[in-house]
């Protein structure tokens, strides 16, 4: 054998041993991030304290999908769910932000408060805190084209994440 050729298997060795050692600890996929006894998830229609229609609706569509995109965990059906997840919209609010000289809404505000909880069967809450509150803002111009509707789902799909992201274990 060449110099080259045992310094080579040498590099080889030792730089395999050093990728085993170095990585021991490290898991890879989103299944570690959630619990593993539980397997299966209901989302129960969020409620809404909300005089504008559909809100709960929406909000638990955005919740199922967040949760199918995110998790390991499968929805299922109440009868045979390991946990359920439900929420309330408890404050829904609408403010001007900014206005022209004439007085009319260049920007408006929106904000929401959202409380869900995650339990099991028992009903043993599976979050660090029982109840977790979520507040989110968002601002539209509707000079630009923007509408309620589309910060409400800018409001809606930051809730779901919010709502997946409680559902991890804590580091």
Same mark, same amino acid.
């Given at each position: 054998?060449?110099? #080259? ?5 040498? $590099? ?12 021991? =600890? ?57 946990? #359920? ?26 904000? $929401?408060?959202?409380?869900?909880? $995650? ?16 507040? &989110? ?6 000079? =630009? ?11 809606? &799909? ?12 804590? $580091?």
């Amino acid at each position: 054998m060449t110099t #080259f050729t045992r310094i080579s298997i040498c $590099w080889l060795i030792l730089l395999t041993t050093c990728c085993s050692f170095g990585c021991a =600890g490290y898991h890879l996929g989103n299944q570690y991030l959630y619990r593993s006894d539980i397997r299966t998830v209901h989302v129960a229609m969020f409620e809404s304290d909300s005089y504008r229609r559909f809100l709960g609706q929406r909000t638990t569509e955005a919740v199922i999908k967040q949760v199918e995109l995110s998790t390991p965990l499968t929805i299922t059906n109440p009868q045979i769910a390991d946990s #359920f997840i439900r929420g309330r919209i408890i404050r829904d609010r609408k403010r001007v932000v900014g206005e022209n000289r004439f007085d009319e809404a260049r920007s408006v505000g929106i904000g $929401w408060v959202v409380e869900i909880d $995650w339990v099991d069967r028992a009903g043993t809450p599976l979050m660090q805190r029982q109840t977790v509150r979520i507040s &989110e803002d968002a601002v539209f111009i509707p000079e =630009g084209g923007q509408s309620l509707a589309t910060a409400q789902q800018e409001i809606i &799909e930051r809730v779901a994440r919010q709502t997946v992201s409680q559902m991890q274990n804590p $580091w």
